[in-house]
């Protein structure tokens, strides 16, 4: 089933979102990231090899801290570019006192929000 690209988005686990931010890697591909990027030039720019880029653009992604975009491409040779998507991870302690974890999202575009459904469909064929 194809998610929801206009629903609001599920808060992340909080061990999700710690695990990510705890990595040095992670943190360099955030910082990295000043506008989209594929895996490769991400793996370049922060000197980090491409088997280990993935996995962390994982952790970030499941996260709820990146998200990937398709590219198309006329030669039919998509590609997928990595940006972030929030602007501050806050912890809170909820009224059952157990932590819960808000992140701050940047307003979307109908642009990013229409390359968001391609994406999802995409993933769905």
Known sequence: ?????????????????????????????????????????LSEACDVPLSTTYRKLDLLTEASLLGERTEIRKDGQHTTRYAVEFEGVRILLGDDREFVVRVDRPERTPDQRLADMWTEVRKET
Do not use: G, I, K, Y
């Not at 206009?6 to 990231?33: G, H, I, K, S, T």
């Open 1 to 41: 089933m194809v998610r929801d690209p206009f629903a609001d988005e599920d808060a992340p686990d909080l061990q999700d979102v710690l695990d990510a931010l705890e990595d040095p890697d992670c943190r360099a591909f955030v910082r990295a990231l000043e506008e989209p990027m594929t895996a490769s030039e």
